[in-house]
């Protein structure tokens, strides 16, 4: 599975799991067991587009791909730039 492919499954794992949608992919990097994502999933739409709320979580992927655990690692709004 190349790089595109298991962010692409991942980004659709994490939406089945937590019903949101994904924004942004900003980490991956692989591991002894596997890869480790930070992904970035929309919480809540605003108007204007910058007040919208974003959860970050931590993703740990097999070498497969398979998502193993899975962690929200913070919240905040877009504007904030994930600083928050």
Do not use: C, N
């Amino acid at each position: 599975m190349d790089l595109t492919e298991i962010i692409e499954r991942t980004k659709r794992d994490m939406a089945a799991i937590t019903g949101l949608p994904p924004d942004t992919v900003s980490r991956l990097d692989p591991g002894e067991h596997g890869w480790t994502i930070g992904i970035d999933m929309i919480e809540h739409k605003s108007i204007p587009r910058t007040q919208d709320l974003i959860a970050s979580f931590e993703v740990l992927l097999d070498h497969e791909g398979k998502i193993q655990r899975w962690r929200r690692t913070g919240r905040f709004h877009r504007a904030q730039g994930g600083e928050g």
